[in-house]
């Protein structure tokens, strides 16, 4: 039961961390290839709280999500400059430099890392029902933001940025919109991360962590809530279920990212489209 | 008829100057596209922007809306100078072109690229955007406004699908879901058969009738000599003349500049 129990946090970790990047990259079309710095963020800022500053496992996830989107705003600022291609590498840069600092820096425990984290105190089930809980309220939240006139704003910045400006849409602000709610959460997936495997290091925060969320996201369907979570669910447990994925993991993130872009940039939610759409010209 | 009186306030002072272009330069890195232009534009006017290829006109009109940075000149609407105000906020305080080159947002259906534009209240910053999900006043106008321009029978459907004349005429409404002070239409016309464009010219001519102020720029000048009442004409970034359009037409400096071109003028048409 207890591997169970497991499994089911990591999976609404991971869909709440997708969801995350996806009113990003998915609503707002900024490519961020550095996500998991403001994953790491969260996880940081939620261990040092507990163990070294008194903070309890609420006020500490709450500073995770500060903190975050604090550093999100300022990368935000990146967006506004640079387009596209010049994001997805400037953000790279961003992944990078967050782990650069984090490994020169005693205080946040270098190489080493920060161990003995404490729990949320809710008991493992308690603690899974949360992180579940956060992860409907996320999925609630991003259908909440795609009805929206922000998700509609989105949608235009997304699709076309100078057209965007010509039915009165300040496309500077809407992006950094984007950056602070999207990293925001991404900070308080981090810090179930820390109270979860009670130990934060730099290797859970780098590129490769990055390019896994992208995948969810891609993989899932850029934009699409549903693909997306079922991606991050199912990518999860894949590794804990399967030792072959688990070894290969990366060949398969990478296969799959190859073959989404290759053959349909839509995902599991545009395969899923064209299939309904077939069916229903069939039926 | 009604369907205008909702979209439009009638009775607009006609005296007020609304756009003043003066001294303007836009350069782009050593040619001269928009050269020392002067003109200014009333409310409730409707100008034709005409001239051969390459003279200009696009520059300028890109120029007032904020898509070019003019090297010089000052611009200003209603009275405030918006020479140095990014492209958005222009959009809000009362510009909205419909471009000759269409850009249609490629994921939205049609109502949806008007109903976005109408929403100018509810997208004016990301917290109120966040706060705000009704959209069916902003979808009714877009629709009226789809209606106005012909082309509400495909509202529904995939930009992709659509031939050019209804692109541009898809320009034409979301501009005006803006609610813009004034209108600029690049080449609305364009695409379109002759009956499709007569019958436009004359939603433009209604439009205007209405007291919406309306620059266009086209190059169907038999419909141009039937529904504006003044033209400018440029050639080579400048201003070669302008006046009423029967006068400007009957010009021969505007015929040569046209003959150059291989066009010929009907303006008795």
Known sequence: ?283 | MELYANLFESGVQMTETLLTVSNLLVTFGGLTAVNNVNITIQEGELVGLIGPNGAGKTTLLNAVVGRNKPSSGQISLGGSDITHEPSYIRARQGLGMSHQIVRPFPGMTPLENVTLAAGLAKTKNPLVALFTTSRSAEEKKAYDLLQLVGIDEVAERDVSELPLGYLKRLEMARAMALEPKFLLLDEPLAGLNQQEAEKLADTIKLINANGQAIILIEHNLREVARIVPRIIVLNNGEVLTEGPTRQVLSDPTVHAVYVGERKTINAST
């Open chain 1, 1 to 283: 039961m207890e591997y169970e129990i497991s499994l089911l946090t990591v999976m609404g970790i991971n869909i709440v961390l997708a969801l995350s990047l996806n009113i990003i990259t998915g609503f707002c079309g900024q490519i961020s290839l550095g996500h998991a710095a403001f994953y790491g963020t969260g996880a940081y800022c939620a261990a040092l709280a507990t163990t070294q500053w008194g903070m309890s496992f609420w006020s500490g996830g709450l500073l995770a999500m500060v903190v975050a989107a604090i550093f999100g705003f300022f990368v935000g600022f990146a967006s506004l400059r640079v387009r596209d291609d010049f994001l997805a590498i400037t953000t790279m840069g961003v992944g990078f430099l967050f782990l650069g600092v984090v490994r020169q820096q005693d205080a946040l425990g270098g190489e080493m890392g920060i161990a003995g984290v404490p729990g949320s105190g809710l008991g493992e089930f308690g603690f899974m029902i949360l992180v579940l809980a956060t992860a409907v309220l996320v999925i609630a939240f991003s259908l909440y933001i795609k009805r929206s006139w922000l998700g509609f704003a989105f949608d235009a910045i997304a699709q076309d940025q100078d057209t965007s400006r010509t039915v009165g849409i300040d496309i500077a602000r809407f992006k950094l919109a984007a950056f602070v709610l999207g990293t925001a959460i991404a900070g308080l997936a981090g810090s179930f991360y820390a109270h979860h495997v009670r130990f934060v290091g730099i290797d859970s925060f780098g590129f490769i962590e990055s390019i896994s969320i992208l995948a969810m996201v891609v993989v899932g369907g850029i934009g699409s809530i549903w693909g997306v979570v079922v991606v991050a669910a199912v990518l999860s447990v894949l590794p804990l279920w399967l030792q072959f994925v688990a070894d290969y993991q990366l060949l398969i993130y990478g296969a799959l990212l190859f073959s989404v872009m290759q053959f349909n940039q839509g995902g599991l939610d545009g395969i899923v489209r064209q299939l309904v759409r077939k069916w229903r010209a069939n039926d």
